[in-house]
């Protein structure tokens, strides 16, 4: 397996002012973790919405499931300014293997934690999403069978697509959709809040 490299310039790259408005897309409008408030994690992430030693501890457990990492890292939110929870993950995960942040790679990490940091990539930086994406499909490699990852990825893909074709914003979540390889690991009512929003791109397909 080829090594990603986790330069923590990924996580600092500055916003470029823009004139279409980013409160509506892919990464900012699909709140999926309402579906996960009966989680105290969850909870917490919502309410603090910055990366903490116990919220990256959550993430690095390997007793903890996928969805509801997922659910903490969509629970931790966006913000139009940026946020720096990747690179506080970064950090954390640096202390974990006792290596620095330069000598920091995938090949030290486990699936789950190239997929919460690649996701919070994406959310830290919404403007950026291209960013996330070799993390993300590095973790879906290594985690062939999950709709919790392929979704998100789905959702950061689309995120690129949304700026130029929204036809292809929800194509890319469809395919996910419509693959019945994949562990339904993702609560219902999650998907359906995915769906829901996603679904109305659906009507620039011609």
């Not at 279409?20 to 409008?29: E, G, L, M, N, W």
């Not at 030693?53 to 629970?75: M, Y």
């Not at 879906?140 to 893909?157: G, H, P, Q, W």
Request: proline share 2%; with cysteine.
């Amino acid at each position: 397996m080829k090594k990603t490299f986790i330069p923590v310039f990924i996580v600092n790259v500055l916003f470029l002012c823009s004139s279409v408005s980013y409160a509506d897309s892919p990464i900012t409008a699909t709140d999926f973790y309402e579906a996960y408030r009966d989680v105290k994690m969850v909870q917490r992430a919502h309410l603090e919405g910055v990366m903490g030693v116990e919220i990256a501890e959550f993430l690095s457990s390997p007793e903890n499931p996928i969805d509801v990492k997922a659910a903490v890292i969509n629970a931790l939110s966006w913000r139009f300014e940026g946020k720096n929870n990747a690179e506080l993950y970064t950090y954390y995960l640096g202390l974990l293997y006792h290596l620095s942040i330069t000598e920091l790679d995938t090949d030290f990490l486990s699936a789950d934690e190239i997929f919460c940091l690649g996701y919070l990539i994406a959310m830290d930086n919404y403007f950026h999403p291209e960013n996330a994406i070799s993390l993300l499909e590095e973790a879906d490699k290594l985690i062939r069978d999950s709709f919790t990852v392929s979704i998100v990825l789905a959702l950061t893909k689309a995120q690129i697509a949304f700026e130029k074709d929204w036809c292809e914003a929800w194509k890319t979540i469809e395919r996910v959709l419509k693959n019945t390889d994949l562990n339904q690991d993702l609560r219902q009512e999650a998907k359906k809040i995915i769906v829901d929003y996603m679904i109305l791109y659906r009507e620039y397909c011609k």
